[in-house]
């Protein structure tokens, strides 16, 4: 038998393909972006996307903020006509709570009950006023 010492590998002929391969993948990525500087981008590479103006931001929105959150004080703090012709009026906000919660609960009169729906069919959405056919 003949004897071996485990020595009989040849790591020089396998260290010179590992160079030659890592040596193509550098000179083919040389190539490519020399290639890419002389002649550009591709025919079909899209334009530059749209970029339409930047939105306008304010550049202090606290005032803004404050006379925003006044006025939706002053309105719920406040008796006001909604809709004058309708008879629609508008109370304070604690009022109206304090009402609401001395009757109990109920948030509106006690009517007849909406009628059920058809099975299978959306009702229409009607604005105010106005009656189905």
């Given at each position: 038998?003949?004897?071996h010492?485990?020595?009989?590998?040849?790591?020089?002929?396998?260290?010179?393909?590992a160079?030659?391969?890592?040596?193509g993948?550098?000179?083919?990525?040389?190539?490519?972006?020399?290639?890419?500087?002389a002649?550009?981008?591709?025919?079909?590479?899209p334009?530059?996307?749209?970029?339409?103006?930047?939105?306008?931001?304010?550049?202090?929105?606290?005032?803004?903020?404050?006379?925003?959150?006044?006025?939706?004080?002053?309105?719920?703090?406040?008796y006001?006509?909604v809709?004058?012709?309708?008879?629609i009026?508008?109370?304070?906000?604690d009022?109206?709570?304090r009402?609401?919660?001395?009757?109990?609960?109920?948030a509106?009169?006690?009517?007849?009950?909406?009628p059920?729906?058809?099975?299978?069919?959306?009702?229409?959405?009607?604005?105010?006023?106005?009656?189905?056919?």
């Amino acid at each position: 038998m003949p004897d071996h010492t485990g020595n009989d590998l040849d790591l020089r002929g396998l260290r010179r393909g590992a160079y030659v391969i890592v040596g193509g993948i550098a000179c083919a990525l040389a190539a490519g972006a020399l290639v890419l500087r002389a002649w550009g981008p591709a025919a079909n590479t899209p334009a530059h996307p749209f970029q339409g103006a930047a939105p306008l931001l304010q550049p202090a929105p606290q005032p803004d903020r404050v006379d925003y959150f006044a006025e939706k004080r002053r309105v719920t703090g406040s008796y006001g006509w909604v809709d004058r012709q309708a008879g629609i009026a508008r109370i304070p906000l604690d009022e109206a709570m304090r009402l609401l919660a001395a009757r109990g609960g109920a948030a509106s009169p006690a009517g007849a009950p909406a009628p059920a729906p058809t099975p299978g069919r959306t009702p229409p959405v009607l604005a105010p006023g106005k009656e189905a056919r």
